[in-house]
């Protein structure tokens, strides 16, 4: 194996460069992964505009990845050189009071590939010891699309969100947000057995790229009166409403076209320099809404969606739009900032 790699280097908010690095040194209980995908997050995109506050210096950015196994620690049993493997980016430290409740996405001591370890943009990862014992690195079955793979991590935070919303066969789905977490809020939704699944967007491009999904409604909210088109559509407002896009003003509206009854998701978080919302709480008590926040996943979470994948009843691939080497990540950074296509899958 060679000695050096090619990374994303992130140096400070606005400043991240493609460069030349030693390849990372694994421990006995370390395994070592080449890289074969890693889509670049929401995430990537405010870290590369604002930082993050896990980022202390240079990092190698990027946790939604899959590849292949490199090199394995001498003291690591269960995982060979080659086996394809897809890894759960937040390293939870499975012994606080919600890691013993199943609740690893709110570990109050989670660390995560990417900000707090070097991430998968770049030709190798290193695998903490801990992502390994506690579960994290996921074999992949040989007809599991590779490139498909590295999407598995942001399905499984849209399957945490729907969970907690409980969709029942036979009701209506509104989403906020026609892009690629709003698709898979799409595609979860309908394998549940809603009876009407569609999106409200502003983005006629989102739109389009949206329609290839077949959706049960489109709303472009710049174009007609998104409470009035749900009311002609359902009547008495939707089952369940997903805010998939990080706005204040999304979450607003999520509140008046869900039916009395209904269940929410702010799915999507704000802009950490913009975090708070005004709401009309009212519509909260006079409807008795049930609203749910969701943050990310945890790894006991991954063996469901990993088996509904495998069985080819959602295939993740058509959200690829774009693909492109790790020396044209910056055009991949800036696809993603304009709200181009869907996902964008660096191949490193």
């Avoid at 994948?309 to 993740?316: F, Q």
Wanted: charged residues 20%; aromatic residues 6%.
């Amino acid at each position: 194996m060679t000695k050096t790699m090619q990374a994303l280097v992130f140096y400070r908010p606005g400043e991240m460069r493609v460069e030349e690095v030693p390849v990372p040194e694994i421990g006995p209980d370390e395994i070592l992964v080449r890289v074969h995908a890693c889509s670049i997050c929401g995430t990537d995109l405010r870290t590369f505009k604002a930082g993050h506050t896990r980022i202390k210096g240079r990092r190698v950015l990027g946790h939604e990845f899959s590849g292949v196994v490199a090199r394995v620690g001498a003291a690591v049993e269960g995982f060979a050189e080659g086996d394809r493997v897809m890894v759960v980016p937040g390293i939870s430290c499975g012994m606080c009071a919600y890691c013993r409740q199943g609740l690893e996405n709110l570990c109050l001591h989670r660390t995560i590939i990417g900000f707090d370890y070097d991430g998968a943009f770049a030709e190798y990862v290193r695998i903490p010891a801990a992502a390994i014992r506690l579960g994290n690195v996921r074999k992949l079955p040989d007809p599991f699309d590779l490139t498909a793979a590295a999407l598995v991590e942001p399905f499984t935070a849209v399957y945490n969100g729907q969970r907690l919303l409980n969709i029942r066969p036979g009701e209506t789905v509104g989403i906020i947000g026609a892009g690629p977490i709003g698709v898979m809020h799409l595609l979860q939704a309908r394998a549940q057995g809603a009876a009407l699944v569609g999106f409200i967007e502003i983005s006629e491009g989102r739109i389009q790229e949206a329609r290839r999904f077949r959706p049960d409604f489109v709303i472009n909210s710049r174009q007609e009166d998104p409470v009035e088109r749900v009311r002609q559509l359902t009547g008495l407002g939707l089952d369940v409403v997903i805010v998939a896009a990080g706005s204040a003003e999304a979450q607003r509206l999520a509140l008046e076209i869900a039916r009395p009854a209904g269940r929410v998701s702010f799915f999507a978080g704000l802009p950490h320099d913009r975090p708070e919302a005004v709401l009309n709480t009212n519509l909260l008590h006079y409807k008795q809404l049930a609203v749910f926040g969701a943050n990310g996943s945890g790894p006991n979470q991954y063996d469901t969606t990993l088996r509904w994948l495998a069985s080819g009843a959602i295939d993740l691939r058509p959200l690829i739009t774009t693909e492109l080497p790790l020396a044209e990540v910056h055009a991949g950074f800036d696809r993603v900032a304009r709200g181009e296509g869907l996902k964008v899958v660096i191949r490193p």
